[in-house]
């Protein structure tokens, strides 16, 4: 009686990935006592499925297209071949790292962690084995997992990212259902690695999210490096034998490679969990929240790709520091979309943070843009790339919206991020002296043509 009138934690949180072992971290750090239940691996999804190990593959993507094109800056390079198993050796190198590193931060913090599987029995208790773990507050922090759609099997030469990202041999051919964020980023590297590349795309777009004009500028670019897009596209079946795959589409055409990448979303993992028990209200399996973070029931908080909206590891970040400050009653500002920054790692890299322009239009009526073209800056041109950077503000008012494109454009976000999430004038950023040459200064250059000054471009 006496252990149930007092839990033992401040603070349970169920989940060890993005959002799960911030929100420890930050509970620890704020004198929270806080447990942490993982089952599987601390770091979730994002260190041991998604980003860190994709990233990987995007990387020596790019050092196979260095020396592919070495030719274009004099030096005379080729590919001789891509040894995967090698690939896969650096990619576990970097994860195993960073995993090490994780598990001694959140050994060295004051977090009780617990491996096992957890489940919610009531709004202040998960179960553990045998054990049953109390507190005040309970973080729901369980993540997402690859989609399929009804009826298409998982298994085989039919595969989701998880799969993808241990291939022990570079595949002759590859059809990639879904052109967003995951389905562009693998078609980039299997192409880079020399396999024949078709992505199939139900919208009218590629990255059908990014502002049309990245989508297209993609589209271009990826078709000059002989990836097939089909957009429009519907799917309607596919069958597979030792040969490879066929893949039905429902205008009629068959398309065959050896395998089928599926890419065409992720969804919440809560069911089975005992969320219910708490009489947490789920939707389509996530979890809805208000701006704070808090579902329908008191004290019960859900962090991450389990609240509808952006699925990326550094929101899952962000919401776990914001719901560890709202404990501890320091009442953080709520973490908002629409300055969460995003960046495609395919190549061209694509990078954006705010409002697209139609977007910026419904919401402030009118808008005004400005695209500056890659082509006027000269890191850019020294790096090969083309692309473009384009500012959406208000008219007379704060820049809401950046959309880039170009190679490693994802390494500008950090300024577009701080423009947009601080309401920034392009008046404000016009004097920021950029550093020459760099790609930064493709940044500045826009805002100095927004504020009416543009120095390497047109008025
Ligand atoms: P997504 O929602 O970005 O894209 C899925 C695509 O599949 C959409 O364009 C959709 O129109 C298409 N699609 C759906 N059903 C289809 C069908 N029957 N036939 C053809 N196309 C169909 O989802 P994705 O790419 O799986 O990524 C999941 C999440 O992971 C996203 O929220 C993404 O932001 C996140 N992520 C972020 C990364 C990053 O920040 N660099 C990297 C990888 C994933």
Redesign the pocket.
């Known amino acids: 009686m006496a252990a149930e009138a007092s839990p033992r934690y401040d603070v349970l949180v169920l989940g060890g990935g993005s959002g799960g072992y911030a929100c420890a971290l930050r509970c620890a750090q704020l004198g929270l006592r806080v447990a942490l239940i993982e089952r599987d691996k601390l770091g979730g999804t994002c260190l041991h499925r998604?980003?860190i190990p994709?990233?990987a593959l995007l990387h020596a993507a790019e050092v196979a297209d260095t020396a592919r094109d070495g030719a274009r800056f004099g030096v005379n390079s080729s590919v001789e071949s891509i040894d995967m198993p090698a690939v896969l050796r650096y990619q576990q190198g970097v994860v195993s790292r960073l995993h090490k590193g994780l598990q001694g931060l959140v050994s060295a913090a004051a977090i009780d962690y617990i491996e096992g599987v957890g489940e919610v029995t009531s709004a202040t208790t998960v179960r553990v084995g045998d054990e049953t773990l109390t507190g005040r507050h309970l973080v729901l922090a369980t993540g997402?997992r690859?989609?399929s759609?009804p009826g298409l099997q998982i298994g085989g030469r039919v595969m989701t990212?998880d799969a993808a990202l241990g291939l022990t041999h570079v595949p002759t051919s590859v059809i990639v259902?879904?052109?967003?964020?995951?389905?562009?980023?693998f078609a980039s590297v299997f192409r880079s690695f020399g396999a024949a590349v078709t992505v199939?795309?139900?919208?009218p777009t590629?990255?059908?999210?990014e502002e049309p004009s990245i989508s297209k500028a993609l589209e271009r670019a990826f078709r000059k490096r002989g990836i097939e897009c089909r957009t429009n596209?519907?799917?309607a079946g596919v069958d597979q034998d030792e040969a490879g795959v066929a893949v039905r589409l429902e205008d009629g055409t068959t398309l065959n490679a050896e395998v089928l990448l599926v890419?065409?979303?992720?969804e919440p993992v809560s069911a089975g969990m005992g969320f219910e028990a708490a009489g947490v209200a789920t939707d389509r399996g996530f979890v809805p929240t208000d701006e704070r973070l808090r579902t329908n029931v008191p004290g019960v908080y859900a962090v991450g790709d389990l609240v509808p909206g952006?699925?990326?590891?550094h929101r899952g970040f962000a919401h776990g520091v914001f719901v560890a400050e709202d404990i501890a009653g320091l009442a953080p500002a709520p973490v908002l979309d629409r300055t969460i920054p995003?960046?495609?790692?395919c190549d061209p890299e694509i990078a954006s943070v705010g409002l697209t322009e139609s977007a910026a239009c419904a919401e402030y009526g009118d808008v005004q843009t400005y695209s500056y073209n890659l082509g006027g800056n000269g890191k850019s041109q020294i790096l090969g790339t083309s692309g473009f950077v384009m500012v959406v503000r208000a008219v007379d008012g704060p820049v809401v919206g950046i959309h880039m494109i170009g190679a490693r454009m994802g390494e500008q976000i950090g300024e577009a991020q701080l423009v947009v999430g601080w309401d920034a004038m392009p008046e404000d950023v016009a004097p920021l002296v950029h550093a020459h040459p760099t790609q930064n200064e493709a940044l500045g250059e826009a805002h100095l043509a927004l504020a009416g000054k543009p120095l390497h471009a047109h008025a």
């Open positions: 998604g980003c994709t990233k997402s690859a989609r759609l990212s259902l879904g052109g967003g964020v995951i389905g562009v980023e199939i795309e139900a919208l590629l990255v059908p999210a596209a519907r799917f890419a065409v979303g992720r952006l699925q990326l590891a995003k960046v495609t790692y």
